[in-house]
């Protein structure tokens, strides 16, 4: 039997187009089909045709290699996709040079978009090479400049502009998972509570040196009137730190009955929980006195004189610091390590704040962490004395460790951070550390999806591509590539950054 073609015309609004799939998600009128074009509901490789006038543009910039990427995903190989969108170019020059008393009239219009409603604003004007970089980073070929329809019959405007594109093959293709690694993925699922650094063996050890005191918390609006609240308690020599995290406590009057205590915590002796509830009240009565936005967003408290914590940056996640957004996205990297990990001899580069080097040495035979950032390192090795995690400072990405070899080489970041053209260099300092047989463990941010949300600067990431084009350059063996599920606020944190 003969498969019908299966065209899709995106952002329809009221412009019926026979012998297609009709799409829009704000005006339904003529639309065959109530959708968002950024979540197509077709299977991967199965679209003949995508057509989409005058819609790209009310996508903003951050979204634009997102929805490229799902067009591409949707297509079959080989099919074909048209944009009709202003040309941002000629409409500048139309709006200024404005020879027929037009600019307030449309220009202004190709410039900003009509403005009716939400899905009226223009938020990404194109260009021709603009949008032939974005389509070629994704995937598409054979990407050329189409004869547009202008919005003024029988005029010379050129205020629009038509590109065709096809989809190409795919620049890598993911490789079929190991049995290992398909074992660690099904391991992950749980509680993010379960991949705190501190659990109760950790704090009772560290109660044991003495009456801990509480320096600071850091609290994280959560909705209904409650922040989500960290806590950093030093030791009463002053030595050591430690972050316990996930208690929840109302913006105002957290008195110790209304403040919920994470499980973890709830088996730990007395008289933790009541220094622990004494200094939420604390904080309740600084809100009080200071009276905050209710939608005060990871500040830090300090309750003792002195910031007892090292600072975040683009590389570095920090319990107790980060936003909660940032650690979830960060330890799911470190969740799938650790099941990985077990009975093995572990490497964890650029370890960062340490605390998924700690995660990680719970499970292994024995774990090096090594990181770039003496004291950023120096903390890592107080706030977490781990048995048989052995902690060194490397001058460089370049590490060198003669005559040890390991099991299992973990790099998160390491290589989007680092100039491209070092790149090759690390990758292949990162596979010389493996024992015959040995796996690496990398992570890179996706250039094409990451809107740059919980960058402290601008993404650096690798594409898909350009990762893969790296590994192979580097000989390495067998390679799977896995994506993960970026956080969202509101779902449960149980369910966030599955590795899929």
Not at 71 to 82: E, S
């Amino acid at each position: 039997m003969n498969r019908q073609p299966i065209n899709l015309h995106l952002g329809c609004g009221r412009q019926y187009k026979a012998g297609f799939i009709n799409v829009d998600r704000y005006d339904v009128s003529v639309a065959d089909l109530a959708a968002d074009t950024m979540v197509l509901p077709f299977p991967d490789d199965s679209v003949d045709r995508i057509e989409a006038h005058h819609l790209i543009e009310h996508y903003p910039y951050a979204q634009v290699n997102t929805l490229l990427a799902e067009w591409h995903r949707a297509l079959r190989p080989g099919g074909w996709l048209v944009i009709e969108t202003p040309d941002f170019e000629q409409s500048v020059r139309l709006f200024l040079e404005d020879r027929d008393g037009q600019k307030w009239v449309f220009w202004h219009v190709l410039l900003f978009g009509g403005q009716q409603d939400e899905g009226q604003f223009h938020k990404s004007p194109q260009t021709f090479d603009r949008l032939k970089e974005q389509l070629e980073m994704v995937g598409f070929g054979d990407v050329q400049r189409g004869q547009a329809v202008s919005s003024f019959p029988g005029q010379s405007y050129n205020e629009n502009m038509r590109v065709e594109a096809t989809k190409t093959a795919s620049r890598f293709t993911p490789g079929s998972a190991s049995p290992t690694l398909v074992s660690a993925i099904a391991g992950l699922a749980g509680r993010i509570e379960d991949s705190y650094p501190c659990q109760p063996a950790d704090v009772v050890s560290f109660l044991q040196l003495g009456e801990a005191k509480v320096v600071g918390m850091r609290l994280e609006f959560a909705g209904q009137n409650h922040y989500e609240v960290d806590i950093i308690a030093r030791s009463p020599d002053g030595q050591r730190l430690q972050v316990w995290q996930g208690f929840n406590a109302p913006v105002r009057h957290a008195t110790p009955d209304r403040v919920r205590l994470p499980t973890y915590f709830q088996s730990l002796p007395s008289q933790l929980t009541n220094l622990l509830l004494n200094s939420i009240a604390e904080v309740s009565r600084w809100t009080q006195r200071e009276r905050p936005p209710a939608t005060l967003n990871g500040v830090f408290v300090n309750l003792d004189g002195g910031h007892p914590m090292p600072a975040e940056n683009a590389r570095v996640v920090v319990p107790g610091i980060s936003s909660t957004e940032r650690y979830v996205a960060d330890v799911r990297f470190y969740q799938l390590a650790r099941e990985l990990a077990a009975g093995k001899d572990t490497l964890a580069l650029a370890c960062g704040a340490g605390y998924g080097a700690k995660l990680v040495a719970a499970a292994s035979k024995s774990c090096v962490a090594v990181d770039f950032d003496q004291p950023l390192l120096e903390h890592a090795a107080r706030a977490y004395p781990a048995t048989g995690l052995e902690w060194i400072f490397a001058g460089g990405a370049l590490v060198e460790l003669p005559g040890r070899r390991f099991d299992l080489v973990l790099a998160p970041t390491l290589l989007e951070y680092a100039p491209a053209q070092d790149r090759p260099a690390i990758a292949a300092r990162i596979l010389s550390h493996l024992k015959p047989g040995g796996m690496v463990l990398l992570s890179c941010r996706n250039r094409l999806h990451h809107d740059g949300k919980y960058a402290l600067k601008p993404v650096k990431g690798l594409t898909p591509g350009d990762f893969a084009e790296l590994m192979a350059n580097s000989k390495v063996g067998k390679t799977c590539y896995c994506g993960q599920r970026p956080w969202r606020d509101g779902a449960e944190l149980s369910d966030q950054c599955r590795i899929l």
